[in-house]
């Protein structure tokens, strides 16, 4: 069946250092995987962070980036210096494009910024 | 405003009691969903509906019911709660079309005993 597999956490990086988390999947049974990035911050629902649904493309959002590689299967989240607000949990997600299809979600990666 | 609200924010109840929780959305989305979180784990598809008076299977229903009164509300329903279903359960929602976003609500924190 369709997985991801990220990065476990937890993750604790100093202010202004750089981040990544790993996000690699396996789509079995989609023909064109989107590829998604959520945000849970403390006492919030999921939100999205950004999103990419063509291979080879790059999204972007709140200084973070993300690439659709479809060679290695793979959707690293990266971030060049990161601040004390960015401290939540981050879940790499793959859909289809279908209509309403469901989204499958990776195991979440706790990010904690030190000050 | 809040897009997905859910109620309640959190619950505990006694192991074979009925546990109804509820989603409401404003997003005039066709699509709505519920998933489960367990600790240290993503999440999983419990129920979808694409239109009202309708629900389809997910990925791990055992166990659960759901039910989609009108475009905005969609209930999860345990008939007979248990141990294991002690978790944090999301409401989502989402456009038609295909590829787009699912839109989350907070979330409820079930503990069963």
């Known amino acids: 069946g369709d997985s991801v597999t990220q990065t476990e956490g937890p993750v604790t990086v100093s202010e202004s250092e750089s981040l990544i988390i790993n996000c690699t999947y396996s789509?079995?049974?989609?023909?064109?995987?989107?590829l998604f990035w959520y945000v849970r911050y403390p006492g919030e629902g999921l939100q999205l962070l950004l999103k990419v649904i063509t291979a080879g493309q790059k999204g972007s959002s709140r200084g973070f980036e993300a690439t659709y590689n479809k060679e290695t299967t793979s959707f690293h989240l990266q971030k060049a210096s990161v601040q004390e607000s960015d401290s939540a949990v981050y879940y790499c997600a793959l859909g289809d494009n279908n209509a309403g299809a469901k989204l499958t979600f990776g195991g979440g990666t706790r990010l904690t910024v030190r000050p | 405003e809040a897009a997905v609200t859910q109620s309640p924010r959190s619950k505990v109840a006694v192991t074979g009691g009925k546990v109804t929780l509820s989603c409401h959305q404003t997003?005039?989305?066709?699509?709505m969903y519920w998933y489960r979180q367990d600790t240290g784990h993503g999440l999983r598809l419990i129920h979808y509906s694409y239109v009202a008076d309708s629900t389809e299977k997910g990925d791990i229903p055992d166990g659960y019911k759901a039910s989609r009164p009108s475009q905005e509300n969609f209930s999860l329903i345990l008939e007979l709660a248990s141990l294991s279903q002690t978790a944090v359960y999301f409401c989502a929602s989402s456009e038609r079309t295909g590829g787009r976003e699912q839109y989350f609500g907070p979330g409820t924190r079930l503990t069963v005993l």
């Open positions: 997003n005039n989305h066709d699509y």
């Open positions: 789509a079995t049974s989609i023909a064109y995987p989107n």
